[in-house]
C-alpha cells in the first residue's frame, strides 16, 4: 500500500514541531496552520494531535528496534561488536536528530500521558544487555553502562558541547535550532572516537 503524501506531509510537520516544542507545547492549531490545513481537516484525517503523536513514536521506537536489531544479529563477537552496537545507536539518530529531541522531550515529562511507551525501551535494553553482559567486568553495572550511552549521545545530539579551547572549536549549545536539523560531520567524528575510548575502557579489567 502507497504511504498517502498529504499524510507523511502533516507527519513531517507534526514531527518537527513535537521535536522543537514538545506534545506539550504544540497545538492542535499549529500543527494545521504549519501544514496548511483547517483543524476540522486535520482532525479527520489524522484522528487528533495525540493519535498523530503516538503514531509518530511508535515509528521512531519500531524504527530505532530493526536497527539495533539488525545490528546486534550481524555484530561481531567481543568487543567489536559492541563499538558496533554503539556506532548503529549513534548513527541513528545522528541521521535524524529530530528522534532524540523527542525522547528528551519525554524524559522532562512531556505528553506524561503516554506512558505505555516506555516499555519499548525497556525491552530494548535487554536485548543490548543480553549481549554487552559477558564483556564487561563484575564491577561494571550493565545497565548503568548501557544508559550511560544513551545519556552520552542524547546529549551530545541535544545539547552539544562547550570545548575548553573556545577559539579553536566554538561553544554548540542547548539553544542551537540547527542541531535539530544535523550534526556537524567533524563533531561526530571527534564524540565517536570518544565514546570509543569510554567503551573500551569500561569493559577492560580493571
Known amino acids: 500500500m502507497k504511504a498517502d503524501p498529504e499524510l507523511e506531509?502533516?507527519?513531517?510537520?507534526?514531527?518537527?514541531?513535537?521535536?522543537?516544542?514538545?506534545?506539550?507545547?504544540?497545538?492542535?492549531?499549529?500543527?494545521?496552520?504549519?501544514?496548511?490545513?483547517?483543524?476540522?481537516?486535520?482532525?479527520?484525517?489524522?484522528?487528533?494531535?495525540?493519535?498523530?503523536?503516538?503514531?509518530?513514536?511508535?515509528?521512531?521506537?519500531?524504527?530505532?528496534?530493526e536497527a539495533l536489531r539488525a545490528a546486534a544479529a550481524s555484530a561481531a563477537p567481543g568487543l567489536p561488536g559492541l563499538l558496533q552496537l554503539a556506532d548503529a545507536?549513534?548513527?541513528?539518530?545522528?541521521?535524524?536528530?529530530?528522534?532524540?529531541?523527542?525522547?528528551?522531550?519525554?524524559?522532562?515529562?512531556?505528553?506524561?500521558?503516554?506512558?505505555e511507551l516506555e516499555s519499548y525501551r525497556e525491552s530494548l535494553t535487554s536485548l543490548i544487555a543480553d549481549f554487552?553482559?559477558?564483556?564487561?567486568?563484575?564491577?561494571?553495572?550493565?545497565?548503568?553502562?548501557?544508559?550511560?550511552?544513551?545519556?552520552?549521545?542524547?546529549?551530545?545530539?541535544?545539547?552539544?558541547v562547550v570545548h575548553s579551547d573556545v577559539r579553536a572549536r566554538p561553544a554548540r549549545g542547548f539553544l542551537d535550532a540547527d542541531r535539530i536539523e544535523g550534526v556537524d560531520p567533524r563533531e561526530l567524528a571527534a564524540f565517536r572516537s570518544f565514546l570509543h575510548v569510554f567503551i573500551k575502557r569500561m569493559v577492560a579489567p580493571a
Not at 504549519?34 to 503514531?55: E, I, N, P, Q
Open 9 to 65: 506531509h502533516i507527519t513531517d510537520v507534526a514531527l518537527r514541531l513535537f521535536a522543537v516544542l514538545g506534545f506539550d507545547g504544540t497545538s492542535t492549531e499549529m500543527i494545521a496552520a504549519a501544514a496548511g490545513w483547517d483543524v476540522d481537516t486535520f482532525v479527520a484525517r489524522t484522528g487528533g494531535r495525540l493519535k498523530l503523536y503516538l503514531t509518530i513514536m511508535e515509528r521512531i521506537q519500531r524504527a530505532e528496534h
Open 89 to 115: 545507536y549513534l548513527d541513528f539518530h545522528a541521521a535524524e536528530p529530530r528522534f532524540q529531541w523527542m525522547w528528551m522531550h519525554r524524559w522532562m515529562g512531556d505528553a506524561a500521558d503516554t506512558v
Open 132 to 160: 554487552v553482559r559477558p564483556l564487561v567486568p563484575e564491577d561494571v553495572d550493565v545497565d548503568y553502562l548501557l544508559w550511560t550511552i544513551v545519556w552520552s549521545v542524547a546529549g551530545f545530539l541535544t545539547g552539544g
